[in-house]
């Protein structure tokens, strides 16, 4: 979890964006301060206080994880807090409360603001951040304020725990004033947390401040790219002197063996590039001058050079990001066809109605269930999936149809096979259309003979009986079970005998 007091976020976002590119793992949260105007960012969904367009609090939360916000109604202090779902009913939701306290507001007081949070949370962890603007020696201040001395007083009455490090200030002092830590972290609840000061300001004054939780929301990590030579797998099928098929699930292990084996992961230069080497060069002279900075506070020269390479580099980042959506448009203008391409243009148009927030809302309904995870999959079944015990047919005592009852042939297996969409998701046996498509010759003569053996005997394998029941929740309709549409993955080898 990042904390920052951006101090005008708008013209920081592409330095930002490009940084995160370098990050192996980005932060899931990122908790603004003086954003300036609503902030947005790329791949994050945005969460700001109801001051509306002059909204300074601002927490950015990564666009697959699912939040709530909750209403807490703070006139004086600017505040958000979310409930960040685990999607696990027995891991309980984390509460992130983010404030900013302006440094003129020096009567106010913390403690109605934490209190409605830990009302909120209960016995959950909860982590509140934010710009206080509070003095105190606790945090590093050489004496404190009533801000401050209030804010410490609420703390210890309400069992909050500090993380800030006083050895290393959040904010950057100046000639004629010294380095301060206005940023706080305090947490309640929350074990094995890591706090660390990032030394990353990205023009700004302040700092940006990690917090690290091992344990609570965990996401999937993004698949690293793959390609499947089909020639290769045709090739070791036809190694593999495909004979007639016995046994269905062995079969297709095979199958999903030759596949593995013709498919490699792009890796090292064949991976796509995600750094710029200018603005890497530009980040180092960067720190160079903040590190001298350091020593001659006093330099007004060094401070007024800092201050324009600054500018330089979001000058830079925010015509890198113009430069790589120009690239992004080229290519999807050479590749209308192409799958991401619509894709992209859909997520432009309607950004609520993906499978990404088609889990969020999923993931809010499970949230909403007052019981446990097994109670929740027994009222999925009962609702959409019910008895599954087959009922016995009657015997066909119609007119003989000879076109009917005629054997299945290759030549109309082949026929199917061409007619196939490879953008169908598969079934349990995880059979793909694409697979089926790139099938040798030996192995569709032996599907058909199989085919027209089961179909003679009237008795389909059960791997074709099954099926991936996905639910997809409503659009426009409440996070709730009763409005979710259920789908069934059916086996692909099924459908194309059907």
């Known amino acids: 979890i990042w904390q920052w007091n951006c101090r005008g976020f708008q013209r920081k976002r592409a330095l930002v964006q490009q940084y995160l590119t370098l990050l192996d793992e980005k932060p899931l949260v990122i908790a603004l301060q003086e954003t300036g105007k609503l902030a947005k960012l790329s791949g994050y969904q945005a969460f700001s206080s109801d001051r509306g367009e002059k909204s300074r609090v601002t927490t950015l939360i990564k666009r697959n994880i699912a939040a ?64 206080f603007n509070a003095a105190h020696p606790e945090w590093g201040y050489a004496k404190q304020d009533p801000k401050g001395r209030q804010l410490w007083e609420d703390a210890h009455e309400l069992g909050l725990t500090l993380h800030t490090d006083p050895s290393s200030p959040s904010r950057v002092g100046n000639s004629v004033c010294a380095d301060t830590s206005p940023d706080l972290t305090f947490s309640k609840n929350v074990t094995d947390l890591t706090w660390k000061n990032s030394e990353q300001n990205f023009g700004s004054d302040h700092f940006i401040l990690a917090s690290i939780i091992k344990k609570g929301v965990k996401t999937r990590r993004a698949r690293k790219p793959r390609i499947t030579e089909w020639d290769l797998f045709r090739e070791k099928r036809e190694k593999a002197a495909t004979g007639k098929i016995t046994n269905i699930e062995k079969w297709t292990e095979a199958l999903k063996r030759h596949v593995g084996e013709a498919t ?60 790589n959506w120009c690239s992004r448009c080229d290519e999807m203008e050479g590749g209308m066809s192409l799958a991401k391409t619509w894709g992209l243009l859909r997520h432009l148009l309607d950004s609520t109605n993906s499978k990404t927030q088609s ?77 089926l498509r790139n099938l040798d010759n030996d192995s569709i003569s032996a599907l058909t003979e199989y085919m027209q053996d089961i179909w003679t005997k009237g008795h389909l394998p059960r791997q074709w009986k099954s099926a991936n029941v996905i639910l997809i929740p409503k659009p426009g309709k409440p996070p709730r079970l009763e409005n979710l549409r259920p789908i069934s993955l059916t086996s692909c080898m099924g459908k194309l005998m059907e």
């Open 68 to 131: 709530i916000e909750h209403e807490i109604n703070s006139k004086e202090i600017e505040a958000v807090l979310l409930e960040i779902l685990t999607g696990r009913k027995e891991e309980p939701s984390a509460f992130l409360l983010n404030l900013y306290s302006t440094p003129k507001q020096k009567k106010v007081t913390f403690r109605a603001l934490f209190r409605k949070a830990i009302r909120a949370a209960g016995t959950n962890p909860l982590l509140i951040v934010g710009d």
């Open 264 to 323: 490699k992961t792009l890796e090292g230069e064949n991976a796509p590039e995600v750094a710029d080497s200018k603005l890497l060069h530009m980040w180092e002279a960067k720190h160079g001058m903040e590190r001298r900075l350091k020593r001659q506070k006093w330099n007004r020269n060094l401070r007024r050079k800092t201050a324009r390479h600054n500018k330089e580099i979001e000058n830079y980042a925010m015509k890198l990001c113009e430069q």
């Open 359 to 435: 889990g969020i809302r999923l993931s809010k309904a499970r949230h909403a269930f007052e019981g446990t995870d097994a109670e929740f999959m027994d009222k999925l079944v009962n609702m959409y999936i019910g008895d599954t015990d087959s009922t016995p047919l009657s015997e066909y005592d119609g007119a003989p149809n000879e076109e009917l009852d005629a054997p299945i042939t290759e030549a109309e297996v082949r026929a199917e096979i061409l007619g196939l969409k490879t953008k169908s998701a598969p079934g349990p046996d995880e059979i793909t259309n694409k697979i």
